[in-house]
Nanobody, 121 residues
Framework: QVELVESGGGLVQAGGSLRLSCAAS????????MGWYRQAAGKARELVAG???????NYADSVKGRFTISRDYAKNAVYLQLNSLKPEDTAVYYC???????????????WGQGTQVTVSS
């Protein structure tokens, strides 16, 4: 069974930094695109950043220049470095990954349990 395990959220003052981590565990064949979404209270979940298997990155306009996504292929992990945090970045951040469970099966979407990021003004 595949599971995404997240860590690294917390409370930080505006202008501060955090680093989120997410690792895929269990038995699977391969990982494809990995990324981070967030959902603020009363709002829809939105894409924050994604990174393809080939290393191509994309970011939401609201976080460009402040957040950096990276991945460790050997560890099947994805990271999100959050710098220059603003109160409007407050949300639950979810790890997302496209994973092929077995060689004969198609890619499936998996989600982490979510980690709270709170930025105080």
């Amino acid at each position: 069974q595949v599971e995404l395990v997240e860590s690294g959220g917390g409370l930080v003052q505006a202008g501060g930094s955090l680093r989120l981590s997410c690792a895929a565990s269990g038995s699977f064949f391969s990982t494809d695109t990995m990324g981070w979404y967030r959902q603020a209270a009363g709002k829809a979940r939105e894409l924050v950043a994604g990174i393809s298997r080939g290393g191509i990155r994309n970011y939401a306009d609201s976080v460009k220049g402040r957040f950096t996504i990276s991945r460790d292929y050997a560890k099947n992990a994805v990271y999100l470095q959050l710098n220059s945090l603003k109160p409007e970045d407050t949300a639950v951040y979810y790890c997302n990954a496209q994973i092929q469970p077995e060689v004969r099966l198609p890619l499936r979407t998996y989600w982490g349990q979510g980690t709270q990021v709170t930025v105080s003004s």
